[in-house]
C-alpha cells in the first residue's frame, strides 16, 4: 500500500526519481519534505512515548529514575509481566524512527542527518590530502600538488646550487 502512491505519483507526473526508494519501503511511513531534513528528523524524533511514571504519590514511592528490568530484544517472562503490572508500568516504547532520507534520487543512511558542515569540511580536506599526497608519490601534476611539487623542486635547486657554489 505504500509503494502504490509512488508509483502513481511517478505515472502522473512522469517524475521517476520517487521510484528508487520503492525497493526500501516496507511496513513504513514516508514524509515529504522541502524543509531541512535534519530538522524533520528531530521533530520525528519528539514523539517517542515511554511509560513508565514518575511521581510519588502517599506511601508509594513510584520509579524517579529509570531501571533496567528488560534489555531490548529480550523476551519479557511472565515473572516481569507480573512485577511491571504491580507497578503499573509499560516499558515499552512506540515512536517513529527514521530508517532511510531520500533526496533528490539518492537513497540515505539516517546517520547523514548528523553530518554538520564542519563534518563535511573534515571529510573534503582529509579528501584533498589523500589526492595530494597521491599525486606527489606518483609525480604527477594537479592542482592541489603543484605547489608542493614547485617547493621541493626549488629545494632541489638550491641544493645544488649550494654544493656547486
Do not use: C, W
Amino acid at each position: 500500500m505504500m509503494k502504490m502512491p509512488v508509483r502513481i505519483h511517478a505515472e502522473k507526473t512522469g517524475n521517476n526519481a520517487y521510484l528508487n526508494s520503492s525497493p526500501s519501503v516496507v511496513n513504513v511511513g514516508q514524509i515529504f519534505t522541502k524543509g531541512d531534513l535534519k530538522e524533520v528528523s528531530e521533530e520525528v524524533g519528539k514523539y517517542k512515548v515511554l511509560n513508565i511514571p514518575t511521581k510519588i504519590n502517599k506511601v508509594t514511592v513510584e520509579i524517579i529514575t529509570l531501571v533496567e528490568l528488560i534489555k531490548k530484544g529480550d523476551k519479557v517472562g511472565s515473572s516481569e509481566v507480573v512485577l511491571l503490572a504491580k507497578l503499573g508500568i509499560r516499558p515499552f516504547s512506540y515512536g517513529l524512527v527514521v530508517q532511510m532520507v531520500y533526496d533528490n534520487g539518492s537513497v540515505f543512511s539516517p546517520n547523514v542527518l548528523d553530518l554538520t558542515e564542519d563534518d563535511l569540511m573534515e571529510k573534503f580536506a582529509s579528501g584533498v590530502s589523500m589526492v595530494t599526497s597521491l599525486a606527489l608519490a606518483i609525480s604527477y601534476p594537479t592542482l592541489a600538488a603543484a605547489p608542493h611539487m614547485f617547493l621541493n623542486a626549488y629545494k632541489n635547486v638550491l641544493v645544488i646550487s649550494i654544493t656547486i657554489d
